[in-house]
């Protein structure tokens, strides 16, 4: 099975910073990398997927990157809504894994 | 608009069996994979299943595979995950999720919590 690291595990940053999050895959997912940001209480929201198509509705300073086995999320000016938590997915044969999370605190 | 809404989640002995059903509206159920994802308290997300739109293929997790069965009524748009063998790290809210054509889950219920005590 393939393994999504993420890091940070927590990330502080202030309004209008520009932050980044990675992930890395244990072996290649090509392109199938999709990103999430859940609220506390709430469902999941797709942001990203096919690593860097940006899902409709969602702010254009969300942006993803990457292939094969290292993908990254930026943020390009935080705005409050932003602070929330953030999970990538990789996808494969109808198998899927998470990553573990990164949580964007207010700094 | 596209909606989702779980339900069948509440408190179960260890070894019980319920089953969670997801009922859908706004789209054509029976064009779209669905899946079952569930978050434990305190931790992150855990894929549990996916089913074909048709019905005929589906897949699962290690950890659910011989215990949980996914299921789909396309007459009546709903999704249901068969639990069985339920043990206390099944714990969790169990969230469905539409799969839309670049395999992700594009629209999420609000999910239905399974405790088991």
């Known amino acids: 099975d393939i393994q999504m690291t993420q890091s940070p595990s927590t990330l502080s940053a202030s309004v209008g910073d520009r932050v980044t999050i990675t992930c890395r895959a244990s072996q290649s997912s090509s392109r199938w990398l999709a990103w999430y940001q859940q609220k506390p209480g709430k469902a999941p929201k797709l942001l990203i997927y096919k690593a860097s198509s940006l899902q409709s509705g969602v702010p254009s300073r969300f942006s993803g990157s990457g292939s094969g086995t290292e993908f990254t999320l930026t943020i390009s000016s935080l705005q409050p809504d932003d602070f929330a938590t953030y999970y990538c997915?990789?996808?494969?044969?109808?198998?899927?894994?998470f990553g573990q999370g990164t949580k964007l605190e207010i700094k | 608009e596209v909606q989702l809404l779980e339900s069948g989640g509440g408190l179960v002995q260890p070894g019980g069996s319920p089953r969670l059903s997801c009922a859908a509206s706004?789209?054509?159920?029976?064009?779209?994979?669905m899946s079952w994802v569930r978050q434990a308290p305190g931790k992150g997300m855990e894929w549990v299943s996916t089913?074909?739109?048709?019905?005929?293929?589906?897949y699962y997790a290690d950890s659910v595979k011989g215990r949980f069965t996914i299921s789909r009524d396309n007459s009546k748009n709903t999704l249901f995950l068969q639990m069985s063998s339920l043990r206390a790290e099944d714990t969790a809210v169990y969230y469905c999720?539409?799969?839309?054509?670049?395999?992700?889950?594009?629209?999420w219920g609000q999910g239905t919590t399974v405790t088991v005590s």
């Open positions: 706004g789209f054509t159920f029976s064009n779209y994979p």
């Open positions: 089913i074909s739109g048709s019905g005929t293929n589906t």
């Open positions: 999720a539409k799969g839309n054509d670049y395999y992700v889950m594009d629209v």
């Open positions: 997915q990789q996808y494969n044969s109808y198998m899927y894994t």
